[in-house]
């Protein structure tokens, strides 16, 4: 570990070298920015204690106001335990008082920690020498760098912004094409269907047939116990059920309509009676709580909340517990410090996330109310009109998934026997092999 001055434009002019394990010591010298201790680790940054962390945290400690900068030029990857010690050491060294400079990333690694530093803590610039240079000449400014500008500019937003919505989307579609294609491989062992575009074939055009999203029925044929081995049907005993009112859409059939439509109006109609134009409404996924509604909300906070899972947000608190939960976005802790930065941006201040249930008692989704007004409460009334929206809401969210789903389900086997049988050749029948499904040869 060394340190160089911020005024000096040649890291090796007026820098000490601090062997392994030696308490770092100051080096004599004047400086009009302050002194900036360099650390050069390499390999890769993998884990919370990594000893880079210590030592910046050390020099944190025992040279308060002095910038703690790290050349990344050697290392390889960071990894998300790795990002989670670098998140925790700035925030040590900004409540020290020390500034922590990043320089020198690869692009692998600067496109990384570009999607996850989104408040300025943690400055990047392109080189070592652009940092000690910003930082004799503007000890002050401590907004983000852009690492492709000479010398290190102003954080060019758009791009942050743009590698963001790349990594959540790529998030997106690892999520959902192993689900996808692990059904696809279900249906081609189930019904020896010939090639995987057969298997993608049928399960969008049931998927299009009965208005269920593509990832919402594949999830529920992964989940659904399989049909009996020789049936024609894959539910020969289910009675229909009547689709519960929709008193908050009573223009519609409340068989008809699709579920998107019905989470719009939930949400709406949630905004109306809190008197608010934030909010948005999440669906019970297998792996959390998946967006399917917003309003008022930007790009930032649709693409960071897309899909949630356990803990950082008030949404999957309420989904937790199965009841409504009111927080304060600037101190309830339920949130992550990226989370909560990202609701901040938005304008909210307090947050109301009304859990959806039917009659089993499980929660299908979550619809959250944001209100700019620090610790907003509810009136009575609006509460007791709230929990009923859930609960109908909830109600008719059930039985679309135990008909509507199920009736996709039903339609995707008939189209699977039927391909099963148009690919079968033709010879006298010997009886179904065990386990397998009848053709239609």
Same mark, same amino acid.
């Given at each position: 570990?060394?340190?160089?001055?911020?005024?000096?434009?040649?890291?090796?002019? !007026?820098? @000490?070298?601090? *062997?392994?394990? #030696?308490?770092? %010591? +100051?080096?004599?010298?004047?400086?009009?920015?302050? =002194?900036?201790?360099?650390?050069?680790?390499?390999?890769?940054?993998?884990?919370?204690?990594?000893?880079?962390?210590?030592?910046?945290?050390?020099?944190?400690?025992?040279?308060?106001?002095?910038?703690?900068?790290?050349?990344?030029?050697?290392?390889?990857?960071?990894?998300?335990?790795?990002?989670?010690?670098?998140?925790?050491?700035?925030?040590?060294?900004?409540?020290?008082?020390?500034?922590?400079?990043?320089?020198?990333?690869?692009?692998?690694?600067?496109?990384?920690?570009?999607?996850?530093?989104?408040?300025?803590?943690?400055?990047?610039?392109?080189?070592?020498?652009?940092?000690?240079?910003?930082?004799?000449?503007?000890?002050?400014?401590?907004?983000?760098?852009?690492?492709?500008?000479? !010398?290190? @500019?102003?954080? *060019?937003?758009? #791009?942050?912004? %743009? +590698?963001?919505?790349?990594?959540?989307?790529?998030? =997106?579609?690892?999520?959902?094409?192993?689900?996808?294609?692990?059904?696809?491989?279900?249906?081609?062992?189930?019904?020896?269907?010939?090639?995987?575009?057969?298997?993608?074939?049928?399960?969008?055009?049931?998927?299009?047939?009965?208005?269920?999203?593509?990832?919402?029925?594949?999830?529920?044929?992964?989940?659904?116990?399989?049909?009996?081995?020789?049936?024609?049907?894959?539910?020969?005993?289910?009675?229909?059920?009547?689709?519960?009112?929709?008193?908050?859409?009573?223009?519609?059939?409340?068989?008809?309509?699709?579920?998107?439509?019905?989470?719009?109006?939930?949400?709406?109609?949630?905004?109306?009676?809190?008197?608010?134009?934030?909010?948005?409404?999440?669906?019970?996924?297998?792996? !959390?709580?998946?967006?399917?509604?917003?309003?008022?909300?930007? %790009?930032?906070?649709?693409?960071?909340?897309?899909?949630?899972?356990?803990?950082?947000?008030?949404?999957?608190?309420?989904?937790?517990?199965?009841?409504?939960?009111?927080?304060?976005?600037?101190?309830?802790?339920?949130?992550?410090?990226?989370?909560?930065?990202?609701?901040?941006?938005?304008?909210?201040?307090?947050?109301?996330?009304?859990?959806?249930?039917?009659?089993?008692?499980?929660?299908?989704?979550?619809?959250?109310?944001?209100?700019?007004?620090?610790?907003?409460?509810?009136?009575?009334?609006?509460?007791?009109?709230?929990?009923?929206?859930?609960?109908?809401?909830?109600?008719?969210?059930?039985?679309?998934?135990?008909?509507?789903?199920?009736?996709?389900?039903?339609?995707?086997?008939?189209?699977?026997?039927?391909?099963?049988?148009?690919?079968?050749?033709?010879?006298?029948?010997?009886?179904?092999?065990?386990?397998?499904?009848?053709?239609?040869?």
């Amino acid at each position: 570990m060394r340190e160089i001055e911020a005024t000096g434009g040649n890291e090796d002019r !007026g820098a @000490g070298t601090v *062997a392994p394990g #030696e308490r770092p %010591r +100051l080096v004599p010298g004047a400086a009009s920015g302050g =002194a900036v201790w360099l650390l050069r680790p390499e390999g890769d940054l993998d884990r919370p204690d990594h000893p880079v962390f210590m030592g910046a945290r050390q020099v944190g400690r025992e040279r308060l106001g002095t910038a703690v900068l790290v050349d990344l030029s050697r290392v390889r990857e960071i990894t998300a335990e790795g990002v989670r010690g670098l998140l925790r050491c700035a925030r040590a060294l900004a409540e020290a008082g020390a500034p922590l400079l990043l320089a020198g990333a690869t692009d692998d690694v600067a496109r990384l920690l570009r999607t996850v530093l989104v408040d300025g803590t943690i400055r990047m610039y392109a080189t070592v020498e652009a940092a000690v240079a910003a930082r004799g000449g503007a000890a002050a400014d401590t907004s983000p760098r852009d690492t492709s500008a000479p !010398g290190g @500019g102003r954080t *060019a937003v758009p #791009e942050v912004i %743009r +590698l963001r919505r790349e990594t959540v989307d790529l998030r =997106a579609k690892l999520r959902s094409h192993p689900l996808i294609a692990q059904a696809q491989g279900v249906l081609r062992e189930r019904y020896r269907l010939p090639g995987e575009h057969t298997a993608f074939t049928l399960l969008k055009r049931s998927s299009q047939t009965h208005n269920v999203k593509l990832r919402t029925l594949a999830a529920a044929l992964l989940r659904v116990e399989r049909p009996a081995p020789g049936s024609p049907l894959w539910f020969p005993e289910r009675t229909p059920e009547e689709a519960p009112a929709l008193p908050f859409l009573p223009d519609a059939r409340p068989g008809e309509v699709h579920r998107s439509t019905v989470a719009k109006r939930v949400l709406h109609r949630a905004l109306e009676v809190v008197g608010s134009d934030m909010g948005d409404l999440q669906l019970a996924d297998p792996a !959390g709580l998946r967006m399917e509604q917003h309003h008022g909300l930007d %790009r930032e906070f649709i693409d960071f909340f897309s899909h949630v899972g356990e803990g950082e947000t008030a949404c999957a608190t309420a989904a937790a517990r199965a009841r409504p939960v009111v927080s304060d976005i600037t101190t309830d802790r339920v949130f992550s410090d990226t989370a909560r930065e990202v609701i901040l941006a938005t304008g909210s201040r307090t947050a109301h996330s009304i859990p959806m249930t039917g009659a089993s008692r499980q929660v299908v989704g979550v619809f959250s109310v944001h209100v700019p007004k620090v610790r907003h409460s509810l009136t009575d009334a609006e509460t007791a009109i709230l929990l009923d929206l859930a609960t109908r809401a909830g109600t008719w969210l059930e039985w679309h998934e135990r008909t509507v789903v199920l009736d996709a389900l039903e339609d995707l086997h008939q189209r699977a026997l039927a391909a099963a049988g148009r690919a079968a050749p033709r010879r006298p029948s010997l009886g179904n092999p065990p386990g397998g499904y009848p053709s239609q040869s």
